[in-house]
């Protein structure tokens, strides 16, 4: 089982990534997926989430309108498109894969089984 995440990299502010997260070795449709990053000195928070079909999704106040989360259950893959980036957005991204969850509990940490590697987004001034 595996999810690789790409497409980190170094942006100036007001630009656009887009990251892309293929998983192998598991039922994709079958979890719920998330972007979770890490800042330097800071938790881990999760970003966007969305759940199974795709229909519905789940942003944190700091992305709401800049970030865009979406799947393709044909490819086993999840995306951020990451528009109006900001230095605040530097940060180690992570994709997620959560089994078992819900949407009361995709904005959890702990409720995600499977993690990435991570990809470094840093978004200079």
Same mark, same amino acid.
């Given at each position: 089982?595996?999810?690789?995440?790409?497409?980190?990299?170094?942006?100036?502010? #007001? #630009?656009?990534?887009?990251? %892309?997260?293929?998983?192998?070795?598991?039922?994709?449709?079958?979890?719920?997926? #998330?972007?979770?990053r890490q800042a330097p000195g800071k938790e881990r928070e999760v970003v966007a989430a969305t759940i199974r079909s795709g229909? @519905?999704?789940?942003? %944190? @106040?700091?992305?709401k309108g800049r970030f865009t989360?979406?799947? @393709?259950?044909?490819?086993?893959t999840v995306s951020l498109q990451m528009d109006s980036l900001e230095p605040e957005d530097t940060a180690v991204y992570y994709c997620a894969a959560d089994r078992q969850?819900?949407?009361?509990?995709?904005?959890f940490l702990n409720a995600y089984d499977l993690w990435g590697q991570g990809t470094q987004?840093?978004?200079s001034s």
């Open positions: 089982v595996q999810l690789q995440a790409s497409g980190g990299g170094l942006v100036q502010t #007001g #630009g656009s990534l887009r990251l %892309s997260c293929a998983a192998s070795g598991l039922t994709f449709v079958k979890y719920i997926m #998330g972007w979770v229909g @519905d999704t789940y942003y %944190s @106040d700091s992305v989360i979406s799947r @393709d259950n044909a490819k086993n969850g819900t949407r009361s509990t995709w904005t987004v840093t978004v």
